[in-house]
Structure formats: structure tokens, C-alpha cells
T-cell receptor
Framework: DTGVSQNPRHKITKRGQNVTFRCDPI?????LYWYRQTLGQGPEFLTY????????KSRLLSDRFSAERPKGSFSTLEIQRTEQGDSAMYLC?????????????FGNGTRLTVT | SQKIEQNSEALNIQEGKTATLTCNYT??????LQWYRQDPGRGPVFLLL?????KEKRKERLKVTFDTTLKQSLFHITASQPADSATYLC????????????FGAGTRLAVHP
């Protein structure tokens, strides 16, 4: 179990640029989640994949955000035309199991700073 | 709208004492509740799960209670150690919700030697 891996750890970009983050979940996990966390707040749900299917997107995920999980393995989260309000920690988590309450295994996140 | 409240102020306690953290929620009917620990610059780490039909769960020095009438969970760390210093997050989930969790803002715990 090598854990959930996220890259890059930090990203600084200028407003208006596009950024892409990558998440490699624990290999046998079929469920993958993206969350966003700002300072002093808990993680907020963004989107969920079961295998390669994206089954839910939060209203927080504007049309500038897109996530993919080709072949049900790694996932990418892209933000187009970044805004300063996008500055946050983007967390990926994975889990396995048929039950709803399987614990989430989080990566250490990608911290995005938009200047 | 649904709301989860955790002690907003940091909790400072002396080593060896029991730390008690509170999680209250409104406008939500969770099927289960999970507690996570988060260290600065790191992702949350799962600690305990308690289901709506369970009153109490224990794991080593950790104990969690769940009162669906009061809409409250209490998280206890007994014989606390400086290494327990971290932010503790409670998270609620619904049945059929594929573990889409709603998190509280967390409570920062500082255990002093």
C-alpha cells in the first residue's frame, strides 16, 4: 500500500492560466473523490468516480473545472482560466468496497496559489 | 441548509488528560459519522467510523459517541500525548451516498507536556 499520490504538491499560476493536477489512487480502490479545502475549513466535495464513471459533480465545480479518470486508474483535475478564488488545497481520496461508509484514504493534496 | 459545527477555538490540554471534541449538525440525517485527523500540510487520515444505530465505538485511546436525538457526536482521546496535537475533523455520510462526506471545519487540539 503506497498510499494516494498527488502531483504536483504545489502549483503557483497566474490568473487566467490553465492548470492540471494528477492523482494516483491506491491501486485496488475503485472509488475516487476530489475535494477542495481552504484555510480553516474542512474539505468540500467536488466530484466522485466509480471506476472510470464520473457519478456526481458538486455545484462548486463550475464549467471551468473538469475531471477525468481514464481506464479507472489515475485521475486528473483541470481548472481552466484560473481565478484567485480557486486558490486552495485540492485533495484526492480513494476507497474500496461495496459499502457506503468505507474510509477515505487521502493524498497530501496539491496546493494551488493563483496570483 | 445542512450545517456541521465543531469547536471553532483551539482546545489546549495538559498531557495525560482526556480531550473531548464536539461535532453538532443540523438539517441532516446521517447514516454514519467518521472522524479524521489532519496534520498541517497533509491530507486527513481516517480514525473511526460510527453508524447511526451505534451509541459508542472505541479504538485504543479513542472513543466516539453518536447521539442522533441530540444530533451530536463526541470524540474523546484519553491519556493524551503531545503527538496527538492535530486538527480533528468530523464528517457525515448518508446511506446510498457512496461515502460522499460532508466535513466540519475541524477542531485544533494542542496537547502540552
Amino acid at each position: 500500500d503506497t498510499g494516494v499520490s498527488q502531483n504536483p504538491r504545489h502549483k503557483i499560476t497566474k490568473r487566467g492560466q490553465n492548470v492540471t493536477f494528477r492523482c494516483d489512487p491506491i491501486s485496488e480502490h475503485n472509488r475516487l473523490y476530489w475535494y477542495r479545502q481552504t484555510l480553516g475549513q474542512g474539505p468540500e466535495f467536488l466530484t466522485y468516480f466509480q471506476n472510470e464513471a464520473q457519478l456526481e459533480k458538486s455545484r462548486l465545480l463550475s464549467d471551468r473545472f473538469s475531471a477525468e479518470r481514464p481506464k479507472g486508474s489515475f485521475s486528473t483535475l483541470e481548472i481552466q482560466r484560473t481565478e484567485q478564488g480557486d486558490s486552495a488545497m485540492y485533495l484526492c481520496a480513494s476507497s474500496f468496497g461495496r459499502t457506503d461508509n468505507s474510509p477515505l484514504h487521502f493524498g497530501n493534496g496539491t496546493r494551488l496559489t493563483v496570483t | 441548509s445542512q450545517k456541521i459545527e465543531q469547536n471553532s477555538e483551539a482546545l489546549n490540554i495538559q498531557e495525560g488528560k482526556t480531550a473531548t471534541l464536539t461535532c453538532n449538525y443540523t438539517n441532516y440525517s446521517p447514516a454514519y459519522l467518521q472522524w479524521y485527523r489532519q496534520d498541517p500540510g497533509r491530507g486527513p487520515v481516517f480514525l473511526l467510523l460510527i453508524r447511526e444505530n451505534e451509541k459508542e465505538k472505541r479504538k485504543e485511546r479513542l472513543k466516539v459517541t453518536f447521539d442522533t436525538t441530540l444530533k451530536q457526536s463526541l470524540f474523546h482521546i484519553t491519556a493524551s500525548q503531545p503527538a496527538d496535537s492535530a486538527t480533528y475533523l468530523c464528517a457525515l455520510g448518508r446511506a446510498g451516498g457512496y461515502n460522499k462526506l460532508i466535513f466540519g471545519a475541524g477542531t485544533r487540539l494542542a496537547v502540552h507536556p
